[in-house]
């Protein structure tokens, strides 16, 4: 298959939908995407981009197609509106102009804005290709539920610009179960639906470091609790800092935290506030390639959400990760992420937003046999290989792709394309000849 891939976020930005695009390219598939200048987290532009970035690009023999964007800054509501929105107009004005072929199916991820989805809409009302749009978050309801817009007026708007988005849609891929009744109740079919987990990268392995590896420098001695990833208001860093406040006596005990995001500088802050620089250590962003190492370290692995319906119904992707790596898991969350863990007997879970449950939960995992931990590691891989293995997923998303036939519309379409590609052929044949 001929396959465009519209995201507003792509290599070298650390999103799962790079790893996507590539093995579907090792499978034989002819890959292209649509995607904007990275700068996430930081919200700067990526070191060799300019205003424009490098309108085409290949990675890993994939053709990537980028289009000029506002970048997201410190993440102020109002850049990062700027910022969804410049993507949404570059990639409606210059998409079309950019992507010229022949595409068999059109895939748009979707871990926010879902105006993604806009400049892939565009193209199939323009050619007639069927949309697949795989939604990692829920609007309007995520951005009511991390603070970004509060206005009854524009959620309704929001609202009325989803059911529009989801009607259009050929195909609509959920990363919960719990997705599922909420999109309907905007009016999509439910026939259209279907369960798409996030799968843990192949990256995501097991690792065992020697005595003289350089990530040990950068950890303390004792036990660590390390969080990685997207340091935002949805992760609920308030409960974090609380808990190791309450358990900063206990010096032998490590708050490791290894990412980047918009609330970076309020948590390092609070960490000098709070006096908490002897056990809450935050190493920065790392490159994804090199986070196996980094969790080989840890002797627990943290993941945390804000206390909201919305989040309660997300599996939140570096559940995934944590469990493919081996590492006992501590979810400070509800709902559908918790229910993983346990189910996977890979770790210990606590209601989100209660600091002491989770402070106690840590001591749990301190005083625990370290076997016992080793063996929570061991049902997290094995329940991931079960659940979440890329390649029984990537072999399932070929099924679904196969299964989403274009329109009458477009079946016309590639018909006349084919004839007037045909009658070229033969009239450069008579002038070769």
């Given at each position: 298959?001929k396959i465009l891939i519209v995201s507003q976020y792509f290599w ?37 981009y300019g205003r424009f970035g490098q309108k085409e690009q290949i ?206 500088a309020w948590v390092k802050a609070e960490v000098q506030r709070r ?159």
């Amino acid at each position: 298959m001929k396959i465009l891939i519209v995201s507003q976020y792509f290599w070298p930005e650390t999103f799962c939908i790079s790893e996507l695009a590539a093995s579907l390219k090792e499978r034989g598939h002819e890959v292209e995407v649509l995607t904007g200048v990275p700068n996430y987290p930081s919200g700067r532009r990526f070191e060799g981009y300019g205003r424009f970035g490098q309108k085409e690009q290949i990675y890993r023999n994939i053709k990537i197609h980028r289009v000029p964007l506002i970048t997201r800054g410190r993440g102020r509501t109002i850049r990062l509106v700027l910022n969804y929105l410049s993507f949404v107009v570059s990639a409606c004005l210059l998409g079309p102009w950019l992507c010229r072929d022949r595409y068999d199916v059109i895939f748009v991820y979707e871990p926010s804005p879902v105006t993604v989805c806009l400049p892939a809409l565009l193209l199939k009302w323009l050619r007639k290709i069927p949309v697949i749009f795989w939604v990692q978050d829920l609007w309007p309801e995520s951005i009511s539920a991390t603070g970004a817009i509060n206005s009854a007026f524009i959620l309704n708007l929001v609202s009325r610009l989803v059911r529009f988005i989801y009607s259009r849609c050929d195909r609509i891929l959920v990363q919960s179960e719990a997705f599922r009744a909420p999109i309907e109740r905007l009016g999509a079919d439910p026939r259209k639906i279907e369960y798409y987990p996030n799968n843990a990268e192949a990256l995501y392995v097991p690792t065992v470091l020697d005595a003289e590896a350089p990530e040990r420098m950068e950890f303390p001695k004792g036990f660590c609790v390390m969080f990685a990833g997207n340091i935002g208001a949805a992760q609920d860093f308030e409960t974090i800092l609380a808990a190791a406040e309450l358990l900063k006596g206990h010096r032998g005990i490590h708050w490791v935290i290894v990412g980047d995001g918009r609330q970076f500088a309020w948590v390092k802050a609070e960490v000098q506030r709070r006096v908490l620089e002897e056990t809450v250590h935050l190493l920065g962003r790392r490159q994804p390639s090199v986070m196996p190492r980094y969790f080989a370290l840890a002797d627990v692995m943290l993941v945390t959400l804000r206390k909201d319906p919305i989040f309660a119904l997300t599996i939140p992707a570096k559940i995934q990760a944590y469990l493919a790596c081996g590492k006992p898991v501590l979810a400070g969350i509800d709902g559908e992420g918790a229910r993983i863990v346990n189910a996977a007997q890979a770790g210990l879970t606590c209601p989100a937003e209660q600091p002491e449950v989770l402070a106690n939960c840590v001591l749990e995992f301190y005083r625990m046999d370290p076997a016992e931990r080793q063996a929570m590691g061991i049902n997290g891989r094995a329940y991931c290989e079960r659940h979440f293995n890329p390649h029984l997923l990537i072999e399932r998303l070929e099924e679904i792709m196969g299964h989403v036939e274009p329109s009458k519309g477009a079946a016309q379409l590639h018909d006349r394309c084919a004839s007037i590609d045909t009658s070229r052929r033969i009239a450069d044949v008579g002038e070769t000849e």
